[in-house]
């Protein structure tokens, strides 16, 4: 026990509070008092790799380096991309369901082939590559005639280059419909699966942080951004939905997490269903 303790850094409340403001102001997480010691936990090896003794020293590191690599390095830590293929599945239902046919109608009948969606929080890509395969499956043979987009963004790059890579541990498919499964992935070893090295390029993958201003110069028909607004607080979890409305075409689609609730006085957007919501449509 004394061992333990003797290597577990400890973290001052004004070092605390330092790096609190910095990953907020940086990046929109809010670290409470109760993610102290996550944070300790999750920086400590950090701290002695660069050779600092304290949590003081490595905040002066990190806002000292114009590389911004080590701002990386500290975004890596601190998020958290836990996902797996197939998770809350009534939303890829509903948007294989509904929303696809009924945008691809409308598209269709405006003589416009162009469909465009948007992963704002692509972790190690399983949630882009299950939205890849709802559109490879609506689109079908008819694929070649459409120009359908999907962007994945994310802030970390270590999570972005897993993503490219494709492969995926027995644990992260386990849900996925077996039907996906056989047409899109393919048994690497016992223990991996590699998805379709085609499905992956059919989604392009870009390192964004929320915090920035929306480059795009078009707006996107379906916007995934599920499960990470809980790391922000009302103001920020706000500005950005306000933000992501303004990218959104009329008649278009945001979803966001089972645990993410918009509310409904202030939103934008029309609530569907749990998750699920709505920009109302032109006119």
Not at 16 to 41: E, M, P, Q
Not at 48 to 66: C, K, Q
Not at 86 to 114: I, K
Not at 166 to 182: E, I
């Amino acid at each position: 026990m004394a061992t333990a303790q003797k290597e577990m850094m400890t973290i001052t409340d004004d070092e605390f509070a330092s790096l609190r403001d910095l990953v907020y102001d940086r990046f929109g997480i809010n670290l409470t008092d109760r993610k102290r010691t996550l944070l300790v936990g999750r920086l400590q090896q950090v701290i002695r790799n660069h050779e600092l003794d304290s949590f003081e020293a490595y905040h002066d590191r990190v806002t000292a380096d114009e590389s911004g690599t080590l701002l990386d390095e500290l975004v890596n830590r601190v998020s958290t991309n836990f996902t797996y293929f197939w998770r809350e599945p009534d939303h890829f239902e509903h948007l294989r369901d509904e929303v696809l046919p009924d945008l691809m109608d409308s598209l269709r009948a405006a003589g416009s082939y162009d469909l465009r969606l948007w992963c704002a929080a692509a972790a190690t890509g399983e949630e882009p590559c299950v939205l890849a395969m709802m559109l490879r499956e609506a689109l079908a043979h008819d694929r070649s005639r459409w120009k359908a987009g999907l962007l994945a963004t994310d802030i970390s790059q270590r999570a972005l280059d897993v993503a490219r890579r494709g492969v995926y541990p027995d644990r992260a498919l386990d849900k996925l419909p077996k039907a996906l499964l056989g047409r899109y992935c393919r048994r690497t070893d016992t223990e991996t699966w590699t998805v379709d090295p085609g499905l992956v390029a059919d989604v392009t993958y870009r390192r964004f942080n929320l915090m920035n201003e929306l480059p795009f110069k078009a707006p996107f028909h379906v916007i995934f951004c599920r499960n990470v607004m809980i790391y922000f607080d009302q103001p920020t979890r706000a500005d950005l939905v306000r933000r992501m409305y303004d990218f959104v075409v009329p008649g278009g689609y945001l979803y966001v997490g089972h645990s993410e609730s918009l509310g409904r006085v202030d939103c934008p957007f029309d609530y569907v269903r749990p998750g699920i919501y709505r920009r109302q449509e032109a006119g």
